[in-house]
């Protein structure tokens, strides 16, 4: 049953059916980017009128998340092969669980940051 759609697309494209799967995801990523930006311009003000950050600590924090997610993406595929995607996506949940319950209680900047990084794949960017 899992081959059926492969073999049905394979009929109709002239062209491996694993690049239509790519381009949805692609076109998915690309459709969640303009929601995930206009979020942080709304926390940005009362995070900083709050804590008494400055704008650039909290965005430098979800700059330096982006910039950690890229850099982590690569070595994710692999483990997924080896460990399977149960273990890891339940690995990560409660990663992702323990960093949103620090960034409720965060007290400063050195408690946002880490959480931030955490979160910052999952949770789409900025948060």
Do not use: H, K
């Amino acid at each position: 049953m899992g081959q059926a759609l492969p073999r049905a697309l394979a009929a109709y494209v002239p062209f491996y059916y694993g690049w239509i799967v790519l381009a949805c995801l692609c076109c998915a990523g690309f459709a969640r980017q303009g929601p995930a930006v206009a979020t942080l311009s709304i926390f940005v003000e009362p995070l900083t009128r709050d804590f008494g950050w400055s704008r650039t600590a909290v965005s430098g924090a979800v700059s330096l998340g982006g910039l950690l997610a890229a850099l982590v993406s690569p070595l994710i595929g692999p483990l997924l092969d080896r460990r399977g995607s149960r273990l890891v996506l339940c690995v990560a949940v409660l990663m992702n669980g323990v960093a949103l319950l620090l960034l409720s209680l965060t007290p400063s900047l050195l408690v946002f940051i880490p959480a931030v990084l955490r979160c910052a794949d999952e949770l789409g960017r900025p948060l």
